[in-house]
């Protein structure tokens, strides 16, 4: 769409909309006899703006990635989405624990990594905790976490390890 609307000498930009959903604007060369799609503005000549509305996140249908390697964070966000979640993601700790005291309530599972700069998952995990101890936290790591689990992990009800690298179908089973 973007090469077409290019290629007539038009732009097109997308931006997210504080509060939730997406503005897509497409301008191009005046067309004559022109009428917007229903649901949209046409705010000038060879402009039309549409909105989409997001729905609010319902509570347990988002998942918190935590993982210092951003392409983790977009290969996990990808394969979260694919599977129906809205996705928050973090690149350390302490961001974490921020996203999480904000969203906790909405925040059906965190997949989090243990080896980051600075904290730790586990130092990471006793603050997820403080906040909401019943949430269900998913380690997820390319060493064998629980040969390193601290004693307050180890009778952790919701506490669950997945090894990487994963698959969709290992994912999709451990949120089940």
């Known amino acids: 769409v973007k090469r077409v609307i290019e290629q007539q000498h038009g732009e097109i930009s997308m931006r997210d909309r504080t509060g939730g959903g997406t503005e897509v ?3 191009w060369p005046e067309v004559k006899d022109f009428k917007p799609p229903s649901g949209s503005e046409s705010p000038g000549p ?3 703006t549409v909105q989409s509305e997001s729905d609010p ?3 347990g249908t988002q998942i ?4 210092d390697d951003e392409r983790i964070l977009l290969v996990a966000k990808s394969l979260l989405e694919s599977l129906g979640y809205a996705v928050s993601t973090a690149q350390d700790a302490d961001e974490a624990v921020s996203v ?6 909405q925040i059906a599972a965190v997949l989090l990594d243990l080896k980051m700069p600075g904290k730790d998952g586990w130092t990471c995990l006793a603050e ?3 906040v909401c101890a019943q949430t269900r936290i998913v380690i997820c790591s390319g060493f064998n976490p629980e040969q390193q689990l601290p004693d307050e992990a180890r009778h952790d009800q919701h506490l669950q390890f997945l090894n990487k690298p994963f698959r969709l179908e290992q994912l999709a089973e451990v949120l089940s």
């Not at 999480?100 to 309530?105: A, G, L, R, S």
Request: hydrophobic fraction near 45%; proline fraction near 5%; glycine fraction near 4%.
């Open 100 to 105: 999480f005291v904000i969203e906790h309530d």
């Open 46 to 48: 060879g402009t039309i």
């Open 128 to 130: 997820l905790r403080e």
């Open 25 to 27: 604007s497409l301008r």
């Open 64 to 67: 918190l990635v935590v993982d």
């Open 57 to 59: 996140v319902q509570p």
